[in-house]
Nanobody, 124 residues
């Protein structure tokens, strides 16, 4: 089992930055591919960014390319999402997820472990 705890969300103005963190516990963090997903009210959960176990393979959805950066520190069992130039359309609950294997995936159904989510609200 893997437990994931996100932090770093909040209410910010458009154009500013936030950094989300996700601390993992329970299993060897470096055994898992990781991802950040988000879900806005009435919308499906969508991948924001994802990476394989060592960070060599990374995916970003088009709308966040150039603004968001996913990273991981395997020594600290922590996943990060640096979000710059935030826009109102980025408003959502953001979830950290761990996949039970090392390769990158962007499909929510392939991630077996999820955090509780952290709210990000961007005002215009």
């Amino acid at each position: 089992q893997v437990q994931l705890v996100e932090s770093g969300g909040g209410l910010v103005q458009a154009g500013t930055s936030l950094r989300l963190s996700c601390v993992a516990s329970g299993r060897t963090f470096s055994d898992y591919a990781m991802g950040w997903f988000r879900q806005a009210p009435g919308e499906d959960r969508e991948v924001v960014a994802a990476m394989n176990w060592n960070g060599d393979s990374i995916y970003y959805r088009d709308s966040v390319k150039g603004r968001f950066t996913i990273s991981r520190d395997n020594a600290k069992d922590t996943l990060y999402l640096q979000m710059n130039d935030l826009k109102p359309d980025d408003t959502a609950v953001y979830f950290c997820a761990a996949r039970g294997s090392k390769p990158l995936s962007t499909m929510p159904q392939r991630f077996g472990y999820w955090g509780q989510g952290t709210q990000v609200t961007v005002s215009s």
